[in-house]
């Protein structure tokens, strides 16, 4: 329940900018999401009890926090979509799985959250956990960002593999073109083909 009431606590003293009212209403829209994250965190045990997992619980409640609201969202509207925890992958690990993918034939991590990990990509999801973490409040925006950048801009055209990743029409220059060069894909890619 403490990740409950950092988030809660968190969204008030934003929402007070507003007054009493923004206070409240700010710490209800919170509470309807860091509640269930709340709970994953408890009923999959997903920090050890450690020095190392009090250490990423302050960070992902602090530094990190922004992400981690950005997460307890993402698992709030996964578990209203029907997507079950994952509490193997999950234990002591400081992060939260999901079974079923958010995005079809994508996992996809938000904060320390991750829809359909596997084996096969665990490491590059763990790797944007990581990002998170190390990057704090800037790491979303930096994301938004990259996106902008690669597409209106791409210079990564030039260095790109057509063979491999074929950009054939609208949905594919972003999913084939854009995606695996936004600066973090790019980075967890990087690291994928260096293992």
Do not use: K
């Amino acid at each position: 329940m403490t990740s409950a009431l950092v988030q809660t606590g968190a969204a008030a003293l934003v929402g007070a900018r507003l007054g009493l009212p923004g206070a409240v209403t700010a710490a209800l829209a919170a509470a309807a999401v860091a509640l269930p994250y709340a709970w994953a965190v408890r009923r999959l045990d997903a920090y050890p009890g450690t020095g190392r997992g009090l250490a990423l619980f302050a960070v992902d409640h602090t530094w990190s926090l922004l992400n981690t609201v950005a997460g307890a969202l993402f698992l709030a509207l996964n578990l209203v979509a029907g997507h079950r925890l994952d509490p193997a992958c999950s234990r002591h690990r400081g992060r939260i799985v999901l079974r079923e993918q958010a995005l079809p034939g994508y996992a996809t991590t938000v904060g320390n959250v991750i829809a359909g990990l596997t084996p096969a990509n665990a490491a590059h999801e763990d790797l944007h956990v990581r990002q998170g973490r190390l990057l704090g409040p800037l790491y979303l925006p930096l994301i938004a960002l990259g996106y902008v950048l690669c597409t209106v801009c791409p210079l990564w055209l030039r260095r790109h593999d057509h063979t491999a990743w074929p950009i054939t029409g609208p949905i594919r220059y972003f999913t084939h073109g854009v995606y695996p060069h936004v600066w973090h894909e790019a980075w967890a890619y990087r690291r994928d083909r260096a293992r």
